[in-house]
Structures are given as C-alpha cells and as structure tokens.
C-alpha cells in the first residue's frame, strides 16, 4: 500500500467525522482547501484523484450532513436538481472511464514512455526541453513528484519556442538560461524528446543529434 494512503486515510475519517457532527465545518474546509486544489492536483498529477480530492473530503460529506442529517432532515429535502446533477455526473465519470482504457490511454503511454526516455537520456545536469503543456506535465510528474529532479540534477524549460532555445545558446538569455541557471552545471545538455520539436530546432539552424529511441540532444548552430 502506498505511504500516502496510510496517511490520507484517517485524515478523511476525521473530516468525515467532523463534518457529521456539525455541517457548518464542512463549509469552513471547503474554504480552507480551496487555495490548495492547484498544488494537490499537480502533486497527484497523473492520478485522477488529485481532482476529486476535495469532493470526497468536503463536498460529498457537507451535503450528506447538511440534508441528511441536519436538524428536521427528511430525504424530501434534497433539491431534485441535486438528484439529477449527481446522476449525470455519474454517467459522465463512467463514460470517462470507460473511454480512458480507449485511445487516450493509449496515447497517455506513450507521453510516459516518451517522458521516460528523455529523463534516461538526460543523465545528470541537463535541461530538458518541452514544447507542449502535456510533456511537461509529464515530466514534473518524474523529476518533482518522484524527485528524480534533485537526485539527478534535471530541469525541464517549460514550452519554449525554437527562437528561444536559440537565444540561449546566442547569449545565455531567455527561459532556457534561466532553467539552466539553477542547476549550477556550466553548459548543460539540453535534451528533447518531442519529434516535432526536434524538427523545429533543426529548422532553427540548431545541431539536434538523434539519439535513438525517441530522443534528440540539442545544441549551438553548427558553424557554416
């Protein structure tokens, strides 16, 4: 079992708890943990759970006390709006999953095998470039969430453009140098593993040098 789950677990019997007892606290957790919904979703991130998190520590019991449970509680007094939003949330977490074994899994695995090996590639001390939200998604999953990022001494340039990464092989400016800058490496290896990035960067006039499997090292234009 996962250490988190040991951890989690009496954490939302005592939100649960705290919440039948008196409705109104789940109104005060709801606002305490919104500001965290960002940071609990990144961190659980590919899990979709991250999401659904606060719903099954707040919501689903704040609603449970307040119209179950509270002072005169009938099950008249659930809105049948109420009944009928949860069902279609039903039918829509159920298509979700059922689509979720489909293509889009399919298209999930391979970002993560792509992701895996960029960050194998990398090595220690290198950059790792994105061009796309999902890619670095991916790989702040690996070097934040598994802390292979401080164990090896990997960064990730978050979407940069072609023009950029020239920038800061041009003159140490732009997104790419400040990823680089806190690595504390001089002249870090900057890595891809996007092939359409790579293309890009090659149209850019930079050197890209596949390196088998899906990924492309990057480096200052070749002279000529």
Request: charged content about 15%; aromatic content about 12%.
């Amino acid at each position: 079992m996962d250490i988190s789950l040991l951890f989690a677990f009496p954490l939302a019997l005592a939100a649960w708890a705290g919440i039948m007892v008196n409705w109104r606290w789940g109104v005060y957790g709801l606002v305490a943990y919104t500001p965290f919904t960002g940071p609990v979703v990144a961190a659980m991130f590919p899990s979709p759970l991250g999401a659904l998190m606060r719903d099954l520590l707040v919501v689903v019991p704040l609603y449970v006390s307040f119209f179950l449970f509270g002072r005169n509680a009938k099950f008249g007094r659930i809105p049948s709006m109420l009944y009928a939003a949860y069902g279609l949330l039903t039918l829509i977490v159920l298509f979700a999953a059922a689509n979720r074994s489909g293509s889009s899994q399919r298209g999930e695995v391979a970002v993560a095998e792509r992701t895996e090996r960029a960050i194998d590639a990398g090595g220690r001390g290198a950059v790792l470039l994105t061009d796309d939200y999902n890619d670095s998604e991916y790989l702040w999953y690996y070097l934040i969430g598994e802390g292979l990022g401080d164990e090896r001494n990997l960064v990730v340039a978050d979407q940069v453009t072609p023009e950029q990464v020239a920038d800061y092989f041009a003159s140490a400016s732009g997104p790419v140098a400040a990823a680089a800058g806190t690595l504390g490496v001089t002249d870090p290896a900057l890595y891809t593993g996007a092939r359409g990035q790579a293309r890009d960067l090659a149209e850019q006039g930079l050197a890209v040098t596949p390196l088998g499997d899906g990924v492309w090292r990057v480096g200052p234009p070749t002279a000529g």
